[in-house]
């Protein structure tokens, strides 16, 4: 795993690993977590991500929560006009 500086002290690209690699091994989601500690921002480019690719991608960080499809927040007073 390359990671490669975005901007000054915030932020870099992941190279050499994709998100399915982070999903299936516990070595690459420990780097992977402390990258993320460490610089707040982690840029993956270039993946193909389905619905099956991105949930295995969010189990690495905890149990997925279920929400009501079609559900929408709470509306803004401001209009763009």
Known sequence: MELRALGPNFGVEVRGIGLIGLASS??????????????SVLLFRDQDVTGDVQAAFSRAFG????????????TSR???Q
């Open 26 to 39: 516990d070595s690459v989601y420990r780097a992977t977590r402390a990258a993320l500690e460490e610089h």
């Open 63 to 74: 149990p997925l929560e279920q929400v009501k499809i079609g559900s929408v927040g709470p």
């Open 78 to 80: 401001w209009a763009i």
